[in-house]
């Protein structure tokens, strides 16, 4: 009978974390989990459990990856917490308290947060606050031009859009169609989208993005694709929402999930450069939560409705650690 060893040429191995990039098939013992694991791969996207937030929070932002998280803000809060693929640990606080703001970065270690509602002095005023983050700090660095919260945003901390939002205080219209662009430094009104609103998710690049969901509720299902110029209404999504989690490296990749399509769900959908596909729910359906930038195929959503709950998103066909049952 063929072994592990004379077939792949080496023992199993222990570990007391996940290796960080296995091979298909290979299989290793986890220490700290008393389990066996192997690296497989997905027959359709799938949602896995991920170690706890340290605090319960709402309406934040998120960046970065499923191994170098970023999640910050909450319900008038500054608090910061980073991922680095095992655990989360509470970081320096932003500068300005606020809620329902948004985020870019492709890493948790660089980031970017802007817009939102304050804290004080005028509770629930929208700000066109932005700050930067460098692993250690955030720095204030210049405004957006529009003042909102609810926007939605996507990219790195150097080249990022921010999209729609409400003006009004507490996330009230009036709803915006504003989109600007950071180039690192600056922000630049560019082309608005098609349909003004509010509450949505993103996913892409400053030059390539897609931008799904919100309100008002005619158009919680709309999808819009950006090509770094204009605008273009695309497919709708299956289930219209608004308060939902994105994701996604360009235009052609991105995923949708949870949100609040009349009641909190945890539907899940993936974007294939034309239609949006239904993929396997979240454990924990819920809205207002925070969500990483780069991918559709590993993405994770980070608390919402005023939980801990973090779960990583892998597409269909992509690899992903299993437990080996040895019942």
Not at 28 to 56: D, F, K, M, Q
Not at 75 to 103: C, H, I, K, P, V
Not at 118 to 131: D, I
Not at 135 to 142: A, D, E, H
Request: overall charge negative.
């Amino acid at each position: 009978m063929a072994t592990y060893l004379g077939t792949h040429g080496s023992r199993i191995q222990n570990y007391t974390t996940d290796p960080d990039n296995p091979n298909t098939g290979e299989v290793w013992y986890n220490a700290t989990a008393n389990t066996i694991r192997v690296e497989a791969v997905t027959t359709a996207g799938a949602w896995s459990s991920t170690p706890s937030l340290n605090t319960a929070r709402d309406q934040v932002a998120g960046a970065g990856t499923t191994t170098s998280g970023l999640v910050f803000g909450e319900n008038f809060g500054g608090e910061t917490e980073f991922y680095n693929g095992s655990s989360w640990s509470e970081q320096n606080d932003l500068n300005t308290s606020r809620r329902a703001l948004a985020g870019a970065g492709a890493l948790g270690t660089a980031a970017l947060a802007f817009a939102g509602n304050l804290a004080s002095p005028s509770p629930n005023a929208a700000t066109n606050v932005t700050e930067t983050w460098n692993g250690t700090n955030w720095t204030n660095v210049n405004n957006l031009n529009q003042a909102r919260s609810f926007a939605s945003g996507t990219g790195t901390n150097t080249a990022a859009l921010c999209m729609g939002g409400a003006t009004g205080s507490g996330g009230n219209p009036p709803l915006s169609a504003d989109t600007e662009k950071w180039n690192g430094s600056n922000w630049t009104e560019v082309t608005d989208f098609n349909n003004a609103r509010n509450d949505g998710a993103a996913g892409g690049t400053s030059t390539s993005a897609l931008f799904f969901g919100g309100t008002p509720s005619p158009l919680n299902a709309k999808t819009e694709l950006y090509n770094g110029t204009n605008w273009t209404n695309v497919n709708d999504l299956n289930t219209g929402r608004r308060s939902l989690g994105g994701a996604g490296s360009d235009s052609t990749a991105c995923v949708a999930f949870g949100g609040d399509s009349g009641s909190v769900t945890g539907k899940t959908e993936v974007w294939n450069g034309t239609n949006w596909t239904e993929q396997g729910d979240m454990a924990n359906a819920r809205g207002l939560m925070g969500s990483t930038k780069g991918s559709s195929t590993a993405a994770m959503a980070m608390g919402g409705a005023n939980t801990t709950h973090v779960e990583t998103f892998t597409g269909a066909g992509s690899p992903q650690v299993r437990t080996i049952s040895t019942d």
